[in-house]
C-alpha cells in the first residue's frame, strides 16, 4: 500500500486529486495540506510514503517545503512529487535541487497521476537523468567564468573516491548503468553498485539529483 499526501492550496484541485488516488486499491491518502507550511509538518507526523505536492502556495511554497522535508533526516522514507507545468522549467530544476524526486504536470491524466506516485514511491526519479540535464542547460547557463562550487557541493563530493567522481559525471551527462559499465569496462551490477554508494553518500534520493550535484560540484558545465 502506497500513502500520498496530497499538498495544494486551491480547494477544487486538492480535492480532485484526493479522489484519483482513493480510487486506486493500493493507494491510501493519508492526509491533505492547503499549504507547505502544514505539508511539513503533516509529513513529519505521518511519514507518507509521497508527498504530491504543487508549487505555488501561501504561506511556504512547494519548493521551500520539499527542502525543509528533504533535509530532515526523520522523513528519510517520504519522496516528494511535485505538481506542476512544463513551462516553468526554473521551477522544475529548483523543486530538483530542494530533493524532489520527480515532477508531473497539472493537466495529466488521472491514471499517469496514478502511476508517477508509485513510480516515485518505488524510487524512481520520474525524470530522467538526461533530460534533467536539460533542464539545467536551459535554466543555469550564465556568462561568464565557472560558477563557484557551493560548500554543499564540495562537502558532498569530498566523500566520493576518485571512481566515484567519475561515475558521478557520467551519471551527470545522462549515461544509463550499461552505458557506465562500458564506458569503465566493468559489469552493469558493478556500476550500479558505484552508482547507489555514491547516492548512500551524498544522500540523493535518486539519480536526476545525482545530475544536479555534478553541475553544482563544478565537474560538468551547462552547455559544454
Known amino acids: 500500500m502506497t500513502t500520498v499526501l496530497v499538498v495544494d492550496d486551491q480547494v477544487l484541485i486538492r480535492q480532485a486529486v484526493v479522489d484519483i488516488l482513493s480510487s486506486t486499491p493500493d493507494t491510501e491518502v493519508v492526509g491533505a ?3 507547505g507550511l ?28 520539499t527542502e525543509r522535508i528533504c533535509s530532515d533526516p526523520a522523513n528519510a522514507d517520504s519522496r516528494v512529487l511535485v505538481l506542476t507545468t512544463f513551462e516553468e522549467d526554473e521551477y522544475v530544476v529548483a523543486a530538483l535541487r530542494a530533493g524532489a524526486s520527480g515532477f508531473i504536470g497539472k ?12 513510480a516515485v514511491a518505488d524510487g524512481d526519479a520520474l525524470l530522467s537523468p538526461a533530460a534533467t540535464r536539460g533542464l539545467i542547460a ?3 547557463t ?6 563557484a562550487v557551493s560548500d ?8 566520493l573516491t576518485d571512481r566515484e567522481r567519475e561515475v558521478l559525471e557520467l551519471v551527470g551527462r545522462g549515461l544509463s548503468n550499461q552505458q557506465i559499465a562500458e ?13 547507489n554508494r555514491i547516492m548512500t553518500k551524498v ?17 560538468l558545465v551547462p552547455g559544454e
Open 33 to 35: 495540506a492547503a499549504d
Open 38 to 65: 502544514e505539508a511539513v509538518s503533516m509529513t513529519a507526523e505521518l511519514h507518507p510514503d509521497v508527498v504530491l505536492t504543487d508549487i505555488r502556495m501561501p504561506r511556504l511554497d512547494g519548493i521551500a517545503a
Open 107 to 118: 493537466g495529466a491524466e488521472p491514471e499517469e497521476i496514478i502511476r508517477a506516485v508509485h
Open 138 to 140: 536551459r535554466c543555469v
Open 142 to 147: 550564465s556568462p561568464g567564468p565557472r560558477p
Open 152 to 159: 554543499a557541493a564540495a562537502q558532498a563530493l569530498a566523500q
Open 183 to 195: 564506458t569503465f569496462v566493468i559489469s552493469p551490477h558493478t556500476a550500479k553498485t558505484h552508482v
Open 203 to 219: 544522500r540523493a534520493h535518486d539519480r536526476a539529483q545525482l545530475v544536479i550535484l555534478a553541475y553544482e560540484g563544478g565537474l
